[in-house]
């Protein structure tokens, strides 16, 4: 059974520092030690996955290495005795796809606090849909809704609007009631936001100001921020007194070019979202959301569907910001 082999892709650092993608044979000898052996059938590409697969060394330190850190699928071997064989889980986040083999291979094996039940209501793929960008997503609106915002107080905005985290948060915030202005660098993207519930398309030039001014016309009750940089800095500038900004990410810039008045004079607040190290108990009631009242109607519409053999393309477009939505991958049987 341990020298079982199963497919992944794995990328490989060559001497002078390329990075190989290529779907491989592995062995079962060759995961690391952990309580519970899961078989993947669905996977998600996340934009730390297209990182891995450069060489970012921030994400992953050593290679060869197997990306991806969702994965869904079926318990194979299980020594907790919260998991059994036969029972389907989610698994995202902690080191999965980082350092240690992720969704982008048939198998893993994983401690077992790392592992959520599948809630009723949500299929594998269903929540590989969502996946961490899903999972961020919702975790922003709901430190947006427990930090007091309402639809009444004005527009949100979601910067990133057609990745995977700002598709998912223009929807929630849409269903949620909330009037939605989204920032894309892809024009042709319009009807596609429009669609999921955005009531305003603004250009990223719109949305970054080069005034060097330190406060600017308040325009924003809030906002679900995934880029970082002189969006989120333009953003803070321009939210309205009381307003709440969530921050989840660096696509654009891990700098914050800003002062203190948003937050003296306006009573601004920025929460920074970590998916990666949210406690269990709040992981699994997000999870629960995303399969209950924050289930999408029009989930399928954010999905390309890749297996392995089409992922590294996929990578690429991500990288060069031609994707939108969500890319799940089906593992082979
Ligand atoms: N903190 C956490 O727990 C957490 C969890 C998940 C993700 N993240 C982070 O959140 C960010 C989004 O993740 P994702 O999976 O949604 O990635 P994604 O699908 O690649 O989406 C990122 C979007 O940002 C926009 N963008 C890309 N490059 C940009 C640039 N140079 N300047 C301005 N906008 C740019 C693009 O949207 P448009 O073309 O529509 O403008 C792109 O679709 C990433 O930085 C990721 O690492 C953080």
Known sequence: MSSKTFKALVVTETPDQRYLREIKERTLDELPPGEVLVKVKYSSLNYKDALSAIGNKGVTKQYPHTPGIDAAGVVEESSSPDFKPGEEVIVTSYDLGMNTPGGFGQYIR??????????????????????????????????????????????????????????????????????VAAVSGKPEAKAYLTELGAKEVITPEEATDTSGRPLLKARWAGSVDT????????????????????????????????????????????????????????????WNRLAGDWHLEHLERLATETGLEGLSEQIDLMLSRRHRGRTVVRLPD
Do not use: H
């Open 227 to 286: 880029v970082g940089g002189p969006i989120l800095a333009t953003t803070l500038k321009s939210t309205a007194l009381g307003g709440v900004v969530t921050c989840c990410g660096n696509a654009a810039s891990p700098e914050l070019p800003l002062t203190v008045y948003p937050f003296i004079l306006r009573g601004v607040t920025l929460i920074g979202i970590d998916s990666q190290n949210c406690p269990m108990n709040l992981r699994v009631q997000v």
């Open 110 to 179: 994983v401690p077992a606090a790392w592992v959520v039940k599948r809630p009723e209501g949500l299929t594998l793929r269903e929540s590989m849909i969502f996946g961490t960008a899903g999972f961020t997503a919702a975790l922003s609106v709901l430190r947006l809704l427990q930090a007091g915002l309402t639809p009444e107080r004005g527009t949100v905005l979601v910067s990133g609007a057609t990745g995977g985290v700002g598709s998912i948060a223009v929807s929630l915030l849409a269903r949620e009631g909330f009037k």
